[in-house]
């Protein structure tokens, strides 16, 4: 077997990344304030490029008052995301970690967190809406773990507790075990506690305590004292002939515009060089920014078209959508859409919401037809519970039964799920309180 050197011709093709195209994809998915910046930034830069500062904003349709099932969420809900945590977290990533598609999965799953930190979607799910594989999404996850404030990016509330514990070198088999008991806890069963943890009573308080120090929200720390409605992006209104009219709101960002005087000034040399790529990376930002424009536009226009019966009725009729769907009804990358609808808000009459909202999971209905937005079955059973009385607080069971009774097929716990991402305590919590 010959071993000597020789030289082959092979032709192969691969996506080259360049610094214009990231630029690019970076630019759908920042939100008006980053991008703002950003072209603050390139104007610095660049003497050709002209940033003209927004007009002032725009009045926003008047909104509709709505309560209950038939309605709308309460308008607190519809605030900005709270600046900071993001900025902060990535920056630690950044900090601990080398490796770009380590960082750009982490990064990612910071747009994944809820409003108390956690994770609210599986990792296969993310792996399988990013066409990545699921060890490295988990991967990714254990890197936003290792984060402050600890228990950020946890799965649930026994997660988020437990690595908290591990991270105060308070994990002993005892707490551990505790922490996977909660239900018990929350019910005040502490003889049954103790007999499961084999410990004292007195043991146990001191258990107890040491749980009710931990946070169990992790991102409640960066709450502001006043909130701050979010500039929305995208306007959606209803025009004379009854139809939903999308229109972006170009008040939301500076102007850009190429200045062409200085090229024409200098005839050659070094000057003139530098002046051409000026240019061309000016020109090119006005593209890139154009055509996000027109694919936030084209978006925001089939989520309108699939979400109709929620601009028309409330939030009783919202349908079940995902990414995947938008993408292939405009022929997009999932990634796009994912990008694009990041951190953006769409401003009607019933409110001003986060693009992702509209993005919604869906339940089973008991006859097998049409599922049911997981938001709808969210608000139905808030209502429940705002109609309780001492005499008649319905426990999760309950609550299923009801839910099935009225065509949507759930478990039980997916109830305790919904109810507690919504911080609606347990039913025996909320008897004595009604007490």
């Not at 003209?52 to 009045?59: L, N, T, V």
């Not at 500039?231 to 850009?256: G, M």
């Given at each position: 077997?010959?071993?000597?050197?020789?030289?082959?011709?092979?032709?192969?093709?691969?996506?080259?990344?360049?610094?214009?195209?990231?630029?690019?994809?970076?630019?759908?998915?920042?939100?008006?304030?980053?991008?703002?910046?950003?072209?603050?930034?390139?104007?610095?830069?660049?003497?050709?490029?002209?940033?003209?500062?927004?007009?002032?904003?725009?009045?926003?349709?008047?909104?509709?008052?709505?309560?209950?099932?038939?309605?709308?969420?309460?308008?607190?809900?519809?605030?900005?995301?709270?600046?900071?945590?993001?900025?902060?977290?990535?920056?630690?990533?950044?900090?601990?970690?080398?490796?770009?598609?380590?960082?750009?999965?982490?990064?990612?799953?910071?747009?994944?967190?809820?409003?108390?930190g956690f994770l609210g979607q599986s990792v296969s799910a993310i792996a399988a809406r990013l066409g990545?594989?699921?060890?490295?999404?988990?991967?990714?996850?254990?890197?936003?773990?290792?984060?402050?404030?600890?228990?950020?990016?946890?799965?649930?509330?026994?997660?988020?507790?437990?690595?908290?514990?591990?991270?105060?070198?308070?994990?002993?088999?005892?707490?551990?075990?505790?922490?996977?008991?909660?239900?018990?806890?929350?019910?005040?069963?502490?003889?049954?506690?103790?007999?499961?943890?084999?410990?004292?009573?007195?043991?146990?308080?001191?258990?107890?305590?040491?749980?009710?120090?931990?946070?169990?929200?992790?991102?409640?720390?960066?709450?502001?004292?006043?909130?701050?409605?979010?500039?929305?992006?995208?306007?959606?209104?209803?025009?004379?002939?009854?139809?939903?009219?999308?229109?972006?709101?170009?008040?939301?960002?500076?102007?850009?515009?190429?200045?062409?005087?200085?090229?024409?000034?200098?005839?050659?040399?070094?000057?003139?060089?530098?002046?051409?790529?000026?240019?061309?990376?000016?020109?090119?930002?006005?593209?890139?920014?154009?055509?996000?424009?027109?694919?936030?536009?084209?978006?925001?226009?089939?989520?309108?078209?699939?979400?109709?019966?929620?601009?028309?009725?409330?939030?009783?009729?919202?349908?079940?959508?995902?990414?995947?769907?938008?993408?292939?009804?405009?022929?997009?990358?999932?990634?796009?859409?994912?990008?694009?609808?990041?951190?953006?808000?769409?401003?009607?009459?019933?409110?001003?919401?986060?693009?992702?909202?509209?993005?919604?999971?869906?339940?089973?209905?008991?006859?097998?037809?049409?599922?049911?937005?997981?938001?709808?079955?969210?608000?139905?059973?808030?209502?429940?519970?705002?109609?309780?009385?001492?005499?008649?607080?319905?426990?999760?069971?309950?609550?299923?039964?009801?839910?099935?009774?009225?065509?949507?097929?759930?478990?039980?716990?997916?109830?305790?799920?919904?109810?507690?991402?919504?911080?609606?305590?347990?039913?025996?919590?909320?008897?004595?309180?009604?007490?």
């Amino acid at each position: 077997m010959s071993l000597r050197p020789r030289l082959e011709l092979k032709q192969t093709q691969r996506l080259s990344m360049t610094p214009q195209l990231r630029q690019a994809i970076q630019l759908l998915q920042m939100t008006n304030t980053e991008l703002a910046a950003l072209l603050e930034a390139e104007a610095e830069k660049n003497p050709l490029l002209e940033v003209i500062p927004p007009a002032p904003a725009r009045q926003p349709p008047t909104h509709t008052p709505a309560h209950g099932a038939g309605g709308d969420f309460d308008p607190a809900q519809n605030i900005a995301a709270k600046p900071g945590l993001r900025e902060e977290l990535t920056a630690q990533i950044r900090q601990s970690e080398r490796d770009p598609a380590r960082i750009a999965l982490a990064c990612h799953l910071i747009d994944e967190l809820d409003e108390n930190g956690f994770l609210g979607q599986s990792v296969s799910a993310i792996a399988a809406r990013l066409g990545q594989p699921p060890t490295a999404v988990s991967d990714a996850l254990t890197l936003l773990q290792s984060c402050e404030p600890t228990g950020i990016g946890a799965r649930d509330l026994q997660e988020c507790l437990r690595l908290q514990l591990v991270e105060n070198g308070q994990d002993s088999p005892e707490l551990l075990a505790l922490v996977g008991h909660l239900d018990l806890l929350a019910s005040g069963d502490f003889a049954k506690l103790s007999k499961i943890l084999g410990i004292s009573a007195e043991a146990l308080d001191q258990a107890v305590s040491t749980i009710q120090r931990l946070n169990p929200r992790p991102a409640s720390g960066y709450d502001h004292n006043m909130a701050q409605t979010a500039v929305p992006d995208i306007f959606v209104t209803r025009s004379q002939d009854d139809t939903w009219r999308v229109e972006l709101n170009t008040n939301a960002l500076p102007k850009v515009l190429v200045n062409e005087s200085y090229t024409a000034e200098v005839s050659a040399g070094k000057t003139r060089e530098y002046l051409a790529e000026c240019q061309a990376n000016a020109r090119f930002l006005v593209r890139a920014m154009d055509q996000r424009a027109k694919t936030m536009l084209r978006v925001a226009t089939a989520v309108v078209t699939h979400q109709s019966r929620f601009f028309d009725s409330g939030l009783s009729r919202l349908r079940p959508l995902t990414l995947a769907e938008i993408a292939t009804t405009l022929d997009l990358h999932e990634a796009t859409v994912s990008r694009v609808t990041r951190g953006k808000f769409l401003e009607c009459p019933r409110g001003n919401f986060p693009m992702r909202f509209f993005f919604a999971g869906s339940v089973a209905s008991a006859d097998g037809t049409a599922p049911v937005a997981t938001p709808v079955v969210q608000d139905r059973i808030r209502a429940l519970v705002a109609q309780e009385t001492a005499e008649n607080v319905l426990s999760d069971l309950e609550i299923v039964k009801t839910l099935q009774a009225e065509g949507i097929h759930i478990a039980r716990r997916t109830v305790a799920k919904y109810r507690n991402s919504m911080g609606i305590a347990s039913s025996s919590r909320r008897r004595r309180k009604l007490l």
